[in-house]
């Protein structure tokens, strides 16, 4: 049962280029989340999905910073128009349906390093 | 909104010693969850252990163990016999099921550091 597979670990862009980070959930694990870190910082949320539906974007820039979870294949988190800012960890972490706190264990990727030239 | 913080940037520990970890939280809700994770200079997260709050038992997990205080809102890890592979950034975080926000919220971080 592979893990949470989060893809590219590692991406180079040029500022004002695009950024797409992918993630997919372990099997059976309808909830994913991303976060980000900044160097030398915790993690930071920003998007909660379930499939075809955004939960919570609280944590979401409200430019340039997209996510979508569609009803076949990954989690796709787009970053527009990068800055020198972007420039961090992204993390993706997926749980299964709720039910006897399973919802509350997240399972993290191994994260998508973005680097901003 | 709850917050986790997290005092202690660095600690530093000599192998086969045990350290604790500092944690304190802010909520109001009465039902959640409390996690310590660990990230390793792989960068992966890694779950080490979780508290359920209507507990009054701590946690447990082998060399790792908490001391879990609700009225306090305080959240501590404790490594016993301490090993090299457990240098690692160690992060403390909370969810809360019922709010309005069901998203984990991370502390800083305690970098720490195992000594030969």
């Known amino acids: 049962n592979a893990g949470v597979m989060q893809n590219p670990r590692h991406l180079v862009r040029r500022r004002g280029q695009e950024a797409r980070l992918r993630c997919s959930p372990m099997k059976g694990h309808s909830h994913v989340y991303w976060y980000r870190q900044l160097p030398e910082e915790g993690l930071k949320f920003m998007v909660y999905l379930q499939k075809e539906n955004i939960i919570d974007e609280s944590g979401m820039p409200k430019e340039r910073f997209s996510a979508e979870f569609p009803k076949e294949g990954p989690s796709i988190l787009r970053i527009q128009q990068v800055v020198r800012g972007d420039s961090a960890a992204y993390f993706c972490a997926s749980s299964p349906l709720a039910g006897n706190g399973g919802a509350n264990v997240l399972t993290f990727g191994a994260g998508s390093r973005l680097t901003v030239l | 909104a709850q917050t986790v913080t997290q005092s202690q940037p660095e600690m530093s520990v000599q192998e086969a010693e045990t350290v604790t970890l500092s944690c304190t939280y802010d909520?109001?809700?009465?039902?959640?969850?409390l996690f310590w994770y660990k990230q390793p200079p792989s960068r992966q997260m890694i779950l080490v252990i979780r508290?359920?709050?209507?507990?009054?038992q701590n946690a447990t997990e082998n060399r790792f163990s908490v001391n879990f205080q609700k009225a306090a809102k305080s959240f501590s890890l404790k490594i016993s016999d301490s090993q090299l592979g457990d240098t690692a950034m160690y992060f403390c975080a909370f969810i809360s099921p019922s709010g309005s926000a069901r998203q984990l919220t991370f502390g800083s971080g305690t970098q720490l550091t195992v000594l030969p």
């Open positions: 909520t109001s809700e009465n039902n959640y969850y």
């Open positions: 508290q359920e709050a209507y507990k009054q």
